[in-house]
């Protein structure tokens, strides 16, 4: 938890700063998750916020939602639920990992779908290393069970000695040379 939390919040104020600067006009613009524009990458952030608060909080799995514009304030939730020490405790019971997996797995969905934004918008993005670095690890990890679970896509191949945050996206599916 201590090492965990403050790459969570960091990661998590990035995207949040970066959902708010996302005027409406580019709400059908694609992004580099195939199956989301803008707009649908922005409501799968909300769901994710509210399933990690959640699972933060033992709680049941929530079915994503429709589009409510309210990303910052459910990742802020997301967060206060995480920083409680008894989040951290156990397996959960929806997914059956570790609570320090389900951390990892927020992780990576805040730095990767904020270069999905950052670049689907034209906007400035650069993930702490320290984050990338742990999100890389996991998702090495995770590659398999994440694409048997439709969450990751086919690996894209990426140079040995390209830089580790290509490399991330490369083992969950992205390439990172998409431009909208």
């Not at 919040?9 to 195939?34: I, K, N, Y």
């Not at 989301?36 to 799995?61: C, M, N, Q």
């Not at 999100?135 to 090495?140: T, V």
């Amino acid at each position: 938890m201590d090492d965990m939390m403050p790459l969570m919040t960091r990661a998590t104020e990035r995207t949040s700063g970066l959902v708010r600067a996302v005027p409406r006009e580019q709400f059908a613009s694609p992004t580099p998750c195939a199956e989301f524009d803008v707009k649908g990458l922005i409501t799968h952030l909300e769901w994710v916020a509210e399933l990690f608060e959640s699972l933060g909080r033992k709680g049941p799995y929530v079915e994503q939602g429709s589009y409510a514009g309210d990303f910052p304030e459910r990742a802020e939730r997301t967060l206060a639920s995480w920083s409680r020490r008894e989040a951290w405790d156990g397996t959960d019971s929806v997914m059956g990992l570790p609570m320090t997996a389900l951390a990892h797995m927020y992780l990576v969905d805040m730095v990767v779908h904020g270069w999905d934004l950052a670049v689907a918008t034209g906007q400035p993005y650069e993930p702490e290393p320290e984050a990338v670095s742990r999100a890389l690890a996991f998702s090495e990890r995770m590659a398999e069970t994440g694409r048997q679970r439709g969450v990751f896509g086919p690996q894209v191949a990426v140079p040995d000695d390209a830089p580790e945050f290509d490399r991330l996206l490369g083992v969950i599916g992205r390439d990172p040379a998409w431009t909208a």
